[in-house]
T-cell receptor, first 113, second 113 residues
Framework: GENVEQHPSTLSVQEGDSAVIKCTYSDSASNYFPWYKQELGKGPQLIID?????GEKKDQRIAVTLNKTAKHFSLHITETQPEDSAVYFCAASKGNYGQNFVFGPGTRLSVLP | DGGITQSPKYLFRKEGQNVTLSCEQNLNHDAMYWYRQDPGQGLRLIYYSQIVNDFQKGDIAEGYSVSREKKESFPLTVTSAQKNPTAFYLC????????????FGPGTRLLVL
């Protein structure tokens, strides 16, 4: 089955710097890759997603890149702010109703003022 | 005010007791999901339901049961057979077939006394 690895497990950056989180997946049939942000004690919130027919997607300070050949995708956050501090999860899915979602273990991002 | 609600926010279980976690959505979404989240780990799928009166086991269904009698409700029962129930439980939903973006509730933290 699908396996999703995520690195690093923790990441600390200075406010204003960039942060990059990387995920790798094993199943070449996966075609949908969302990123979720989870604040303490709350449910995950979708922040950006990408499909396998696209190499890069950007939304203001957040971007995601996908390398299908290498089977990895990355989240890029520029000009980080203290409110970006949270746990970030990547996931991979083969579609349908999402029962094939596999989540990475998460990255705890701390943005230091 | 639309969304996914979970109750209670905190739940305590005694030895040998069954407890039920509530998940309600007023988004008219077809599919609903239950995930378990343990510290430092990704989300793991317990059960999912694509339509009313139908549900399927996920990766870690043992010790859990669900029902889907109404489209908007998908309660999860943690039975006494689940020997390590302490975790954060998340409910999610998807609008309809072919749409993979999951929307999460705020979660319920279950603790064992």
């Amino acid at each position: 089955g699908e396996n999703v690895e995520q690195h690093p497990s923790t990441l600390s950056v200075q406010e204003g710097d960039s942060a990059v989180i990387k995920c790798t997946y094993s199943d070449s049939a996966s075609n949908y890759f969302p990123w979720y942000k989870q604040e303490l004690g709350k449910g995950p919130q979708l922040i950006i997603d990408i499909r396998s027919n696209v190499g890069e997607k950007k939304d203001q300070r957040i971007a995601v890149t996908l390398n299908k050949t290498a089977k990895h995708f990355s989240l890029h956050i520029t000009e980080t702010q203290p409110e970006d501090s949270a746990v970030y999860f990547c996931a991979a899915s083969k579609g349908n109703y999402g029962q094939n979602f596999v989540f990475g273990p998460g990255t705890r991002l701390s943005v230091l003022p | 005010d639309g969304g996914i609600t979970q109750s209670p926010k905190y739940l305590f279980r005694k030895e040998g007791q069954n407890v039920t976690l509530s998940c309600e959505q007023n988004l008219n979404h077809d599919a609903m999901y239950w995930y378990r989240q343990d510290p430092g780990q990704g989300l793991r799928l317990i059960y999912y339901s694509q339509i009313v009166n139908d549900f399927q086991k996920g990766d870690i269904a043992e010790g859990y049961s669900v029902s889907r009698e109404k489209k908007e409700s998908f309660p999860l029962t943690v039975t006494s057979a689940q020997k390590n129930p302490t975790a954060f439980y998340l409910c999610a939903s998807i609008p309809r077939a072919g749409m993979e973006t999951q929307y999460f509730g705020p979660g319920t933290r279950l603790l064992v006394l």
